[in-house]
């Protein structure tokens, strides 16, 4: 695994996270990979995305972690699966798999002013540490 960069006070660590790396993982070693980044004061882009399953269960678990005096929760903000896929009741009962999003980005919430998202492109404005 590569060495991280010593961090400085004058930057913000983005870790663009492939969809290899995340293959192969259960939910919750990715969850775990998030939000240890995350806590570091880190900004996570993931290529391939969670599944909404992954997703909720990532907020539950930042719930329980968020203290008042160190991490005080995440942003986070995805494209959407593709439209033309089988989706939804009907989707999980004709037995297809939900897609993961296309890309996810996942920061600590005090340090993201804001999260903005259209149709092709997501825009994060970060406060300076």
Not at 38 to 60: A, C, K, M, N, Y
Request: cysteine-free; overall charge negative.
């Amino acid at each position: 695994m590569a060495e991280r960069e010593p961090e400085t006070d004058d930057g913000v660590q983005l870790d663009l996270i492939s969809a290899e790396r995340m293959e192969g993982k259960t939910s919750m070693e990715k969850i775990r990979l998030i939000l240890d980044s995350v806590h570091d004061g880190d900004i996570v882009v993931l290529e391939q995305g969670l599944t909404p399953d992954e997703e909720s269960r990532l907020i539950e678990v930042t719930m329980t972690e968020i203290n008042p005096d160190g991490f005080t929760g995440i942003e986070i903000e995805s494209f959407p699966r593709s439209e033309t896929k089988e989706s939804g009741f009907l989707g999980r009962l004709m037995g297809k798999e939900e897609d993961p999003a296309k890309l996810t980005v996942i920061g600590p919430a005090n340090q993201i002013q804001s999260l903005h998202k259209d149709e092709t492109l997501i825009s994060a404005l970060l406060k300076r540490k």
